[in-house]
């Protein structure tokens, strides 16, 4: 099983709203990613969290605020957002090891993705 | 930093026909991963196919194949038979192999049509 689900599939919110996107894995991966995706563009990577410990911050604004509160479960908090923000949101996960050799990660699955438009 | 670059931003092909889709990529690592994600109109991304880069072997999924060129860093993806559900954005990515590495690196994407 390589699912990764996101709720909500769709969300309209205004500048001043404050909402949250979800994203969910049982896989047992450990790396959890967010990427934000503009019509006909790549996916950039905005945050990535490694045992549930933020690792990565891609010089996200601040009204981006992401959360993982458990291994299987990443959030992003969204307030005062503005027009230009909206894409789609997509979460990814990947399994990752430790030893003493180092360390790595393996291949990132994606969820459906959040389509969010800022009003 | 390492880039990815996909040259073709539009492919067009006949159904049951062959097509090659192009991917170069910069890096100065040894060991790394590469894919190719499918992302069809619901925008959920897909992955393909995977290929690392310490195997000399091109990998292989059914009717998905990559031509692997380590000293070029070239990584094309070759589909064979050509069916109407592999019209798509295909990407390139580039993922490092170290611990505490970064997220996916994508090419632009090429749009692939296929012609019933």
């Known amino acids: 099983d390589t699912e990764v689900t996101q709720t909500p599939k769709h969300l309209v919110m205004g500048m001043t709203n404050k909402k949250s996107l979800k994203c969910e894995q049982h896989?047992?991966?450990?790396?959890m990613y967010w990427y934000k995706q503009k019509a006909k563009k790549p996916p950039e990577l905005m945050f990535v969290?490694?045992?549930?410990?933020?690792?990565i911050n891609e010089s996200v604004p601040s009204r981006f605020s992401p959360e993982c509160p458990n291994s299987s479960l990443l959030n992003l908090h969204l307030h005062a957002l503005q027009p230009e923000d909206s894409a789609l949101y997509l979460c990814?996960?990947?399994?990752?090891?430790?030893?003493?050799?180092?360390?790595?990660?393996?291949?990132?699955?994606f969820g459906p993705g959040t389509r969010l438009l800022v009003l | 930093a390492q880039t990815v670059t996909q040259s073709q931003p539009e492919m067009s092909v006949q159904e049951a026909e062959t097509v090659t889709l192009s991917c170069t990529y910069d890096?100065?690592?040894?060991?790394?991963?590469l894919f190719w994600y499918k992302q069809p109109p619901s925008r959920q991304m897909i992955l393909v196919i995977r290929?690392?880069?310490?195997?000399?072997q091109n990998a292989t999924e059914n009717r998905f194949s990559v031509n692997f060129q380590k000293a070029a860093k070239s990584f094309s993806l070759k589909i064979s038979d050509s069916q109407l559900g592999d019209a798509a954005m295909y990407f390139c990515?580039?993922?490092?192999?170290?611990?505490?590495?970064?997220?996916?690196?994508f090419g632009k994407g090429t749009h692939l049509i296929i012609q019933p």
């Open positions: 990515a580039y993922g490092p192999s170290g611990g505490g590495a970064d997220g996916l690196t």
């Open positions: 890096t100065s690592e040894s060991d790394y991963y």
């Open positions: 990814a996960s990947s399994q990752e090891w430790v030893s003493s050799l180092g360390g790595g990660r393996e291949t990132q699955y």
């Open positions: 896989m047992g991966h450990r790396a």
């Open positions: 290929q690392e880069a310490y195997k000399q």
């Open positions: 969290y490694s045992y549930e410990k933020l690792s």
